[in-house]
């Protein structure tokens, strides 16, 4: 395997990253990764400036029909309280965030037939109306629902793809298929919306060669975001005394998305500062440039179990990682303000 410096760096910028280009970072050495960590911050200045995007969550509803093996939230786990919360409290948390400065409000939720496309389209019209960006990460409804979110106001939708390996994928969400998942994302693109993707790395059974894949899906997909999050196993699962995925591994991802994807928001997860001291600031510094708030009320971000004993970004947390990281606070409202 060649040896990555920064004329390997620059070649590739120019002529293309091939599989191999991408397995061969993501392989990389300590002293390697530094390179490619730099280079990624500068390929972000390029298309970005030195802006980082700052969001805020709430995690409306944990009720879910999936089965997906990795998740407390699974239809199986009845050891959590399952809650929807009110359009108006959702309301409330969103006037909240904008008068701490933030306008973009992230939507996210289980996948669950206890919200309406109604319901929901009532509360995206509310916080559109407020003049903040709306991003939904929702799961799989009807392409209706698309279309009646889009004109209330929602302009975004997450949809992770979780493993670009069709097998891998299958085990880890009983009843479901990759090429459904795909279809559907480029289903949201039809219907207007930015669309984003990204794996869960380090899955029982993935491999380096299937995070290369994921890479090369997401530069298929033409996604405007991209994203990855480390494993963290969550009690009540069939994987809950699994190992955690690899942080360097996916700091490492990160740079790759930066660098081959060149122009997408990518965040700094929750997952590597659970797992790592300063671990969003890394992620900064490999390329990320997009930090989320959590706002889901603190009665109930327990019951909201992507894995076991989360970390809660803060507001405070996020602004001072953005400022050590060098760059300016903004929201993403602004790119389409440009």
């Known amino acids: 395997m060649e040896h990555i410096d920064r004329r390997w760096i620059a070649g590739r910028l120019n002529s293309g990253f091939s599989k191999d280009d991408l397995k061969a970072i993501l392989l990389s050495s300590d002293e390697e990764s530094e390179i490619l960590f730099e280079a990624a911050r500068e390929i972000r200045r390029l298309h970005f400036g030195d ?16 089965s997906c093996i990795y998740c407390g939230m699974r239809a199986e786990n009845t050891e959590i309280l399952r ?6 409290e959702i309301v409330s948390v969103a006037e909240t965030a904008l008068s701490n400065g933030i306008r973009t409000f992230f939507l996210q939720a289980a996948e669950s037939e206890e919200y309406n496309a109604e319901w929901l389209g009532d509360v995206i019209r509310r916080i559109s109306d407020m003049g903040m960006m709306v991003l939904l990460c ?8 698309l279309d009646y979110w889009f004109e209330a106001g929602a302009r975004k939708f997450i ?18 298929t990759l090429a459904d998942r795909i279809r559907w994302l480029r289903t949201m693109r039809e219907h207007s919306y930015h669309i984003g993707s990204g794996p869960l790395l380090g899955l029982p059974g993935q491999t380096v060669d299937s995070l290369v894949d994921d890479l090369i899906l997401m ?12 494993f963290l196993p969550a009690k009540g699962t069939p994987l809950e005394d699994y190992p955690v995925g690899d942080v360097d591994l ?7 998305m930066r660098l081959f994807l060149k122009n997408t928001l990518i965040p700094a997860t929750s997952t590597f500062e659970r797992l790592r001291k300063d671990g969003q600031l890394k992620c900064f510094n490999a390329g990320a440039n997009v930090i989320t708030v959590n706002m889901t009320p603190a009665r109930l971000r327990d019951d909201y179990e992507l894995y076991s004993e989360r970390f ?10 953005i400022i050590r ?3 300016i606070e903004t929201t993403e409202a602004e790119l389409f303000d440009d």
């Open 51 to 66: 802006r980082a995007f700052i969001r805020a969550v709430i995690e409306f509803a944990n009720t879910c029909r999936c």
């Open 83 to 88: 809650f929807t919360l009110s359009p108006d």
């Open 138 to 145: 929702v799961g799989i409804h009807r392409e209706d629902d």
């Open 159 to 176: 949809l992770k793809h979780e493993t670009s390996d069709a097998e891998l994928f299958e085990k880890m969400k009983p009843g479901f």
């Open 219 to 230: 530069k298929n997909l033409n996604v405007d975001m991209s994203s990855v999050s480390v």
């Open 250 to 256: 996916g700091l490492r991802f990160i740079a790759a």
């Open 312 to 321: 809660y970004v803060g507001l405070k947390h996020a602004r001072k990682t």
């Open 325 to 327: 990281a060098n760059l």
